[in-house]
């Protein structure tokens, strides 16, 4: 019996418009989001626009206040610190998970990913590394194969990539990122777990330049 794709809903193509936008820096933190401005500008009625203000709160990525409107979210130091030891806990499992699944397939997706970075580093073109610097990070809980995992990280990888593509496109800053995301897959090359995993923390949680200072 043929299987037929059925189509995505105006619903769906407003949340993901709205998710890349926001994902991508071309809407503020804290921008104030209008149901009826936003219906115009995409040509739809409100009730997308309203359905996909639901989705991207549940996602973390807007936040309804009662008699102000929807907002792009924001997030202070404190939740930024929550985030990333969520993060970490994530990804450090994830490790540890992949290399007994399968190492060697890892560090195969690592390499293509960094392969692309380095590309797209020489040649300036910031906004692209950026978006492999996010495949880089999924690729690590990717190769756990546990689908509660790959769950639970996806609550908390848009907010990520969004500080990801807002942090300041300093040479130096990129330069630190690619060698740290080098180390940790050559550590998991050569089995080294425990010395990944040191690099990955350093990487996540780094206070200087980064998602502090936004």
């Not at 990717?142 to 790959?150: F, K, P, T, V």
Request: with cysteine.
């Amino acid at each position: 019996m043929n299987r037929f794709e059925r189509p995505r809903s105006l619903t769906e193509l407003v949340t993901e418009h709205l998710r890349n936008e926001i994902v991508s820096g071309a809407l503020d933190f804290g921008a104030a989001l209008s149901e009826a401005t936003i219906a115009d500008r995409l040509e739809v009625s409100r009730t997308p626009v309203r359905e996909a203000f639901q989705r991207l709160e549940i996602e973390g990525l807007v936040r309804s206040e009662p008699q102000r409107g929807t907002f792009v979210f924001s997030t202070s130091k404190t939740e930024l610190q929550s985030l990333c030891d969520v993060r970490n806990v994530l990804e450090t499992g994830a490790i540890h998970l992949s290399v007994k699944h399968d190492r060697p397939g890892l560090v195969k997706r690592l390499t293509t990913v960094i392969n692309r970075m380095e590309k797209e580093r020489k040649a300036g073109n910031v906004p692209a590394y950026l978006h492999l610097d996010t495949a880089y990070h999924q690729a690590l809980i990717n190769g756990a194969a546990n689908i509660y995992l790959d769950q639970s990280y996806q609550t908390i990888a848009p907010r990520m990539a969004a500080l990801r593509n807002r942090l300041p496109a300093h040479p130096d800053l990129i330069e630190k990122s690619f060698r740290e995301h080098c180390e940790i897959r050559d550590l998991i090359n050569q089995d080294n777990v425990d010395g990944a995993l040191e690099v990955l923390g350093l990487h996540i949680g780094r206070k200087e330049g980064s998602y502090w200072n936004l």
